[in-house]
């Protein structure tokens, strides 16, 4: 199974992979975790990341492709995998058909995960995950079931990202509405998008997914 989850910042993008990983047995693909894997080798690719995501704007087309077309020829994706975060541009997303379409391979399912503005901010700035196992939590929403242990794997030790603050939020928003919006039409004219309400609680979005994905 091979699919797209669509969706702005905060949207639970990540958070729904993680639940579709384990029950699908299919991989999350997170291009903002494999560049934050990158930033934090401190390579000097990396240290030009840093820069360009922590002004929320989003990196270069050319890196992002080449990224990706690596990364699903390991073997861990032979299953299929879940695309969060990518793609995020149409040249992407047209990138993307080529690959599939070169390897004669097709995505199932594209889902957009549809969240209100005012949501978004307050997800992102309250998000936090374990530094242990990369479990998600939130301030408000996700909190753990005893405070300050995580309920996955019992670390004490518990990270937020440099790009999570309210300045950074908001670039990262207009990104979205210019350079990614787009793409749903994108899938759309394939007639291939289908949406979820981003706005109903964790597991009932899960559910939602789970009832498309079958
Ligand atoms: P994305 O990967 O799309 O950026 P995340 O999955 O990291 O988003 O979610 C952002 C934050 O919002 C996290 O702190 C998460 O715990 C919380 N969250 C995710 N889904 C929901 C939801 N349906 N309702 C409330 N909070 C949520
Ligand atoms: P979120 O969904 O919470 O906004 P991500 O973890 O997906 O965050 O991305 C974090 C940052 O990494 C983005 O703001 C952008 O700078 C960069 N990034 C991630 N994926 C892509 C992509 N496909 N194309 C360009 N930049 C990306
Ligand atoms: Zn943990």
Not at 76 to 88: A, V, W
Not at 199 to 212: G, H, P, R, S, Y
């Amino acid at each position: 199974m091979k699919l797209i989850l669509l969706g702005a910042p905060g949207a639970g993008k990540g958070t729904q992979a993680k639940r579709l990983e384990e029950a699908y047995g299919i991989v999350q693909l997170s291009t903002g975790d494999m560049l934050r894997a990158e930033v934090a080798s401190g390579s000097d690719i990396g240290k030009e990341l840093k820069a360009v995501m922590e002004a929320g704007n989003l990196v270069t087309d050319d890196l992002i492709i080449s990224m990706i077309a690596s990364r699903v020829e390991q073997d861990d994706c032979k299953k299929g995998y879940i695309l969060d975060g990518f793609p995020r541009t149409t040249a992407q997303a047209e990138a993307l058909d080529k690959m599939l379409e070169d390897k004669g391979q097709k995505l199932d399912e594209v889902i957009e995960m549809v969240v209100d503005e005012d949501a978004l901010v307050e997800r992102i700035t309250g998000r936090y995950t374990c530094a242990d196992c990369g479990q998600g939590y939130h301030d408000s929403f996700q909190k753990p079931a005893k405070e300050g242990v995580c309920d996955k794997c019992g670390s004490g030790e518990f990270s937020r990202r440099a790009d999570d603050n309210e300045e950074t939020v908001r670039s990262r928003l207009v990104s979205y509405r210019e350079q990614t919006a787009p793409i749903a039409e994108h899938y759309k004219a394939k007639g291939m998008l289908k949406t979820v309400d981003g706005m109903a609680d964790i597991d009932e979005v899960t559910n939602q997914l789970k009832k498309i994905l079958g």
